[in-house]
Nanobody
């Protein structure tokens, strides 16, 4: 198993930036592809970005490509999500997830989840 703990969320003004972190413990971190999802109030949890085991392959939701950057540091057992030019509609709980698949974008393909970190963007 792997345990995931997100951090880095908070309250930020529109136009600002945040870097979310997800620290993993347990089995070998580099065995997993990682993903970020978000869930806005009253809405379903949706895919944001994913990265394969060594960072050589990444996927993004088309609408978020350009403002969102996923990366990982296997030496630190951590995956990151950099979010720039934040908008009020980015307000959500952001979750990281791990999968044994080479890479995944669908919620059901991920095996382990963190508890989430709240991002609130004020206008």
């Amino acid at each position: 198993q792997v345990q995931l703990v997100e951090s880095g969320g908070g309250l930020v003004q529109a136009g600002g930036s945040l870097r979310l972190s997800c620290a993993a413990s347990g089995r070998t971190f580099s065995s997993y592809a990682m993903g970020w999802f978000r869930q806005a109030p009253g809405k379903e949890r949706v895919f944001v970005a994913a990265i394969n085991w060594n960072g050589g392959n990444t996927y993004y939701v088309a609408s978020m490509k350009g403002r969102f950057t996923i990366s990982r540091d296997n030496a630190k057992n951590t995956v990151y999500l950099q979010i720039n030019s934040l908008k009020p509609e980015d307000t959500a709980v952001y979750y990281c997830a791990a999968t044994m698949k080479p890479i995944a974008t669908i919620r059901d393909e991920f095996d382990y989840w963190g508890q989430g970190t709240q991002v609130t963007v004020s206008s």
